[in-house]
């Protein structure tokens, strides 16, 4: 398979990074074949000296350098610590003022997106009792449009493999007698030894991604997509054994995205929750936009879940991205990195990272240019959280690019419209 093996071209250094609120559109950008364990070495050509705007738009960056010990480059943050060293940085430095709460953040995020939150369904109560999914049995959070039969019994039968669901055990058994998938029904594009992830196209597979969506929607507050399925893909991950693929999570992601979103749901099922899927998952689709060659960014609103996933995800990819450069720049202090050299390695989109720098308060303005700062608040955050995975016996997994066996898909009209 074709490994995407483009060079180092550096991205345009033009961009202006906060000016522009919907700035998911792709820009030139070659796919960075390294994965983020790489130093990278932002360019210090010049032209990027733009002057901060009155709109607040970030130019030069210096992280700043700390006499913190030398971290590992294994340093992971969970949103608490990160919270923590936010709240710290900001008592340090008083005359800072952050431009949101957490609450207004979250509103922000939730609602600055295209997807419109439809109220009168989160409202409605959740409908069915209990699940049984594999070896699995759960309380669903939310309604689901089930059929409306199905909400008077006891238990909802839910083949794991095909997602076809069975009011009661016995025609559950019979169906799983003859049931013959054993892994979602499309192509392994990526395998290690711990996951394996298929893309399914929604129009070829209606059916199962219809099935996948009422599903995903007992546990997703605001999802609205159900039946519309022709015009998403879906990036479901599973783990293996003797039996099959089990689905752990899955996002969707449109076939054209006009706002450049690389994902529109994503989920990790309730069984699979807090064992560092999630994580995986949202790295996933931005591999995905890397071999595109395009920045990313999930559709807006999240939900509350998925809020708390990316901002974690975030803060701990821009974090490293800013400590390894540091530990590869000649001198072990750092040298210039813009927001676009950030989005470059990492497929955020340069708003998402300016938003991240943000929330972490690692922007300050000095001498006339606005500055990341490598806080040593949030170093000593990630230096925590990396004490207490190692504690709790945490195996940090990431996405290898090498396995990634997928060439961007291309879609004539027909096949991304809903046609029955
Ligand atoms: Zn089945």
């Given at each position: 398979?074709?490994?995407?093996?483009?060079?180092?071209?550096?991205?345009r250094?033009?961009?202006?990074?906060?000016?522009?609120?919907?700035n998911?559109?792709?820009?030139?950008?070659t796919p960075?074949?390294?994965?983020?364990?790489?130093?990278?070495?932002?360019?210090?050509?010049?032209g990027?000296e733009?002057?901060?705007g009155?709109?607040g738009?970030?130019?030069?960056?210096?992280?700043e350098?700390?006499?913190?010990?030398?971290?590992?480059?294994?340093?992971?943050?969970?949103?608490?610590?990160i919270?923590?060293a936010?709240?710290?940085?900001?008592?340090?430095?008083?005359?800072?003022?952050?431009?949101?709460?957490?609450?207004?953040?979250?509103?922000?995020?939730?609602?600055?997106g295209?997807?419109t939150q439809?109220?009168?369904?989160?409202?409605?109560?959740r409908?069915?009792g209990?699940?049984?999914?594999?070896?699995?049995?759960?309380?669903?959070?939310?309604?689901?449009?089930y059929?409306s039969?199905?909400?008077?019994?006891?238990t909802?039968?839910?083949?794991?493999?095909?997602?076809?669901?069975?009011?009661?055990?016995?025609?559950?058994?019979?169906?799983?007698?003859?049931?013959?998938?054993l892994?979602?029904?499309?192509?392994?594009?990526?395998r290690?030894?711990?996951?394996?992830?298929?893309?399914?196209?929604?129009?070829?597979?209606r059916?199962?991604?219809?099935n996948?969506c009422?599903?995903s929607?007992?546990?997703?507050?605001?999802?609205?997509?159900?039946?519309?399925?022709?015009p998403?893909?879906?990036?479901?991950?599973?783990?293996?054994?003797?039996?099959?693929?089990?689905?752990?999570?899955y996002?969707?992601?449109?076939?054209?995205?006009a706002?450049?979103?690389?994902?529109?749901?994503?989920?990790?099922?309730?069984?699979?929750?807090?064992?560092?899927?999630?994580?995986?998952?949202?790295?996933?689709s931005?591999?995905?936009?890397?071999?595109?060659?395009?920045?990313g960014?999930?559709?807006?609103?999240?939900?509350?879940?998925?809020?708390?996933?990316?901002r974690?995800y975030?803060?701990?990819?821009?974090?490293?991205?800013?400590?390894?450069?540091?530990?590869?720049?000649?001198?072990g202090?750092?040298g210039?990195?813009s927001?676009?050299d950030?989005?470059?390695v990492?497929?955020?989109?340069?708003?998402?990272?300016?938003?991240?720098l943000?929330?972490?308060?690692?922007?300050?303005?000095?001498k006339?240019?606005?500055?990341?700062?490598?806080?040593?608040?949030?170093?000593?955050?990630?230096e925590?959280?990396?004490?207490?995975?190692?504690?709790k016996?945490?195996v940090?997994?990431?996405?290898?690019?090498?396995?990634?066996?997928?060439?961007?898909?291309?879609?004539?009209?027909?096949?991304?419209?809903?046609?029955?």
């Amino acid at each position: 398979m074709p490994k995407s093996t483009a060079g180092q071209k550096r991205p345009r250094p033009s961009t202006t990074a906060a000016s522009s609120r919907k700035n998911s559109e792709a820009p030139e950008l070659t796919p960075s074949t390294g994965n983020q364990s790489k130093p990278i070495r932002p360019s210090l050509v010049g032209g990027k000296e733009n002057r901060p705007g009155s709109d607040g738009s970030i130019s030069v960056i210096a992280p700043e350098i700390t006499n913190g010990t030398p971290k590992g480059e294994e340093s992971e943050l969970d949103l608490v610590d990160i919270q923590d060293a936010a709240a710290a940085a900001k008592a340090s430095n008083p005359q800072h003022t952050v431009p949101y709460s957490r609450e207004e953040e979250i509103e922000k995020l939730r609602t600055g997106g295209s997807m419109t939150q439809n109220q009168t369904e989160i409202s409605r109560v959740r409908n069915l009792g209990h699940i049984q999914m594999g070896a699995f049995e759960m309380e669903p959070w939310y309604f689901s449009p089930y059929p409306s039969t199905f909400t008077e019994a006891d238990t909802v039968y839910i083949c794991e493999f095909c997602l076809s669901y069975y009011a009661s055990n016995q025609t559950f058994t019979r169906h799983r007698a003859k049931c013959l998938l054993l892994h979602p029904p499309g192509n392994e594009i990526y395998r290690d030894d711990f996951v394996s992830f298929f893309e399914i196209d929604g129009r070829r597979q209606r059916r199962w991604c219809r099935n996948l969506c009422l599903l995903s929607k007992l546990f997703l507050d605001h999802k609205t997509l159900y039946y519309d399925v022709d015009p998403f893909l879906f990036y479901c991950m599973t783990t293996r054994d003797k039996h099959g693929c089990h689905l752990v999570g899955y996002f969707s992601k449109e076939k054209e995205s006009a706002e450049g979103y690389n994902v529109a749901c994503i989920l990790t099922l309730p069984q699979y929750q807090r064992k560092g899927y999630g994580k995986l998952l949202i790295a996933f689709s931005y591999e995905l936009s890397r071999r595109e060659g395009k920045l990313g960014s999930p559709e807006k609103p999240l939900s509350d879940l998925g809020l708390l996933g990316y901002r974690a995800y975030w803060a701990e990819t821009v974090t490293d991205v800013l400590v390894e450069q540091r530990q590869a720049s000649p001198d072990g202090r750092g040298g210039d990195i813009s927001i676009e050299d950030i989005g470059a390695v990492s497929a955020m989109t340069t708003n998402d990272v300016l938003h991240t720098l943000q929330n972490l308060n690692m922007l300050r303005y000095s001498k006339g240019n606005h500055v990341i700062v490598l806080t040593e608040a949030v170093l000593l955050a990630k230096e925590k959280a990396r004490a207490k995975e190692k504690a709790k016996g945490i195996v940090r997994r990431k996405i290898d690019p090498e396995r990634l066996m997928w060439k961007p898909p291309v879609f004539n009209a027909s096949s991304r419209t809903w046609n029955w």
